[in-house]
């Protein structure tokens, strides 16, 4: 298994701005995934993000909106860009385990803009 | 595409009840197939996995899951329901070629005391 934590837990955020969510990790994983959940829907992945090469996003998502980076083995941060209310929502990450497909996630940041 | 219904989207139980929870897949092979469990304000928690051998996979908290080929289907189940037990619970299960996991919608379950 793995323990992953997030910051921020929660947040209040002004429309327009941009928040860093952070995720570490305590132990080398190749594979980080971040999803939204927005109020009342399941999960939705919003990009794949392996150290030492760029982002993968799925259909609907842009790096623009959501830059990725990955400097190492056990980290990786997830920015929500020019928010606005539509962005309110819980961002987890995971991690893939090596292990048939096998994820893990953090604890999620609720995420809420005014 | 591989696709994953839960069929349920809110289910009441009295403590001490049965409990099954539904989860319908489509997939081209024989799939690894996931549930999860979300307690409110938390994060995701797998509470029990299917790769391959012994249809009856046990898991946490004393959640049990069968799969079965035949109906497409990987249903949860627990003997008795305790009321910690209230949560939202997703079946997941990876797209085909990849390691992306593939949600259902959640089915919601409350706990009547």
């Known amino acids: 298994s793995a323990v992953i934590s997030q910051k921020p837990s929660r947040d209040i955020c002004q429309r327009g701005t941009s928040l860093t969510i952070q995720c570490q990790v305590d132990s080398q994983v190749t594979m980080m995934f971040w999803y939204r959940q927005q109020p009342g829907q399941s999960l939705t992945l919003i990009a794949t993000a392996n150290q030492g090469s760029e982002a993968t996003y799925e259909s609907g998502f842009v790096i623009d909106k959501f830059p990725i980076s990955r400097p190492n083995l056990t980290f990786s941060t997830l920015t929500v860009s020019n928010m606005s209310p539509e962005d309110s929502s819980i961002y987890l990450c995971s991690v893939e385990t090596g292990i048939n497909n096998e994820q893990f996630f953090g604890p999620g940041t609720r995420l809420t803009v005014l | 595409a591989q696709s994953v219904t839960q069929p349920d989207i809110h289910i009441t139980v009295s403590e001490g009840a049965s409990l099954e929870l539904r989860c319908n897949y489509s997939?081209?092979?024989?799939?690894?197939l996931f549930w999860y469990v979300q307690s409110p304000g938390q994060g995701l928690q797998l509470l029990l996995k299917y790769f391959s051998g012994d249809t009856l996979v046990q898991g946490i908290k004393g959640f049990e899951a069968e799969f079965k080929r035949s109906q497409s289907s990987f249903n949860l189940r627990k003997p008795s329901v305790h009321w910690s037990d209230a949560a939202e619970y997703f079946c997941?299960?990876?797209?085909?070629?990849?390691?992306?996991?593939?949600f259902g919608k959640g089915t919601k379950l409350s706990v009547i005391p």
């Open positions: 997939y081209g092979a024989t799939p690894y």
């Open positions: 997941a299960v990876p797209r085909a070629g990849s390691y992306q996991l593939t």
